[in-house]
């Protein structure tokens, strides 16, 4: 199945794969928001299936069949990636104006703070730096 960020409108379906190797689409042509509910619901620890390792897999698909979301037990989201989703924001911050930096100076300036937060902590004991 094709993997991109991006969608048809309002055509989105929902599948839950199990490990029995049955399948089951619990919501079909729907929108991204219904589609999304129903993800976060089928990928939540808190319904007994999930929490049992029963549903193996959950993917969200558009209406080109493309998969939006896939997420696998034991692994958790593994599409779109953090780094995907990250890129995605930066680019639409760029082209919106919002950001005062490119990018690289992201990476530099996160260094920068975690930096301060370490010094601002104090001295690492002895414990916690062979834990």
């Known amino acids: 199945m094709p993997r991109h960020i991006g969608s048809t409108d309002g055509e989105f379906s929902v599948c839950v794969f199990f490990v029995s190797e049955e399948q089951e689409y619990v919501r079909g042509w729907v929108s991204v928001e219904e589609a999304v509910e129903a993800f976060r619901h089928y990928t939540s620890p808190t319904i007994p299936a999930q929490r049992l390792g029963f549903i193996k897999q959950v993917l969200i698909t558009d ?47 996160r260094l920068q703070a975690q930096a301060n937060e370490d010094y601002e902590k104090g001295p690492v004991s002895d414990e916690e730096f062979w834990s």
């Open 63 to 109: 209406g080109c069949d493309c998969t939006a979301m896939e997420w696998k037990y034991g692994e958790g989201l593994v599409f779109p990636t953090k780094e995907m989703i990250d890129a995605e924001m930066e680019k639409s911050c760029l082209d919106a104006g919002m950001l005062e930096h490119e990018p690289a100076d992201w990476e530099r300036n």
